[in-house]
């Protein structure tokens, strides 16, 4: 029988009580991606069906969402390589397998899991300034947003991937 979805499975452990809907979405959006990638052919990651973003544009702009926003979380700016990395989201790059993606993607979820582990609640509240505007956002808005971004490319990748994997079929 398949597992409840992360949020019925209880409390992920040592995540403060306020973030654990960001935990908990993370770790969804990773197993969601995880089986849905899992025998996705590379010869299809940069295919954009009816105009839609390419399966390797959704993995590549998850991980980099989930650097992005939560570098701002933590008060500081983005450096050479995030921004580089930025410049590169959705590049074709026939090179990169999908497995590859995944396995970036899914560093970066355990990286966030990390940092929200380090995450006093006390600052949840507190202002953080995006991008090079200093765009006034709060460490709670940074971290809520990068899960329920991450969790809507998920779900737009998903889609693809089955639009992709129907006309391989057909």
Excluded: C
Excluded at 34 to 46: G, I, V
Excluded at 140 to 161: D, K, P, S
């Amino acid at each position: 029988m398949p597992q409840p979805e992360f949020w019925l499975r209880g409390p992920v452990e040592n995540i403060p009580s306020l973030l654990q809907p960001v935990a908990h979405t993370l770790l969804q959006a990773r197993e969601e991606v995880k089986e849905s990638t899992k025998d996705f052919p590379d010869n299809k990651l940069w295919e954009k069906p009816g105009g839609a973003a390419s399966v390797a544009f959704h993995l590549q702009h998850m991980a980099g969402v989930l650097d992005r926003l939560f570098t701002y979380a933590k008060g500081e700016q983005l450096n050479d390589q995030q921004l580089d990395y930025l410049l590169s989201e959705g590049k074709e790059n026939r090179s990169i397998s999908t497995k590859e993606l995944f396995e970036k993607f899914s560093l970066q979820v355990d990286k966030a899991i990390e940092q929200l582990r380090q995450t006093d609640e006390n600052t949840l509240l507190e202002v953080r300034g995006v991008g090079r505007k200093q765009i006034p956002a709060t460490v709670a808005g940074l971290l809520f947003h990068a899960a329920e971004h991450t969790q809507r490319h998920n779900g737009q990748m998903m889609v693809t991937i089955k639009v992709l994997l129907a006309n391989l079929h057909n």
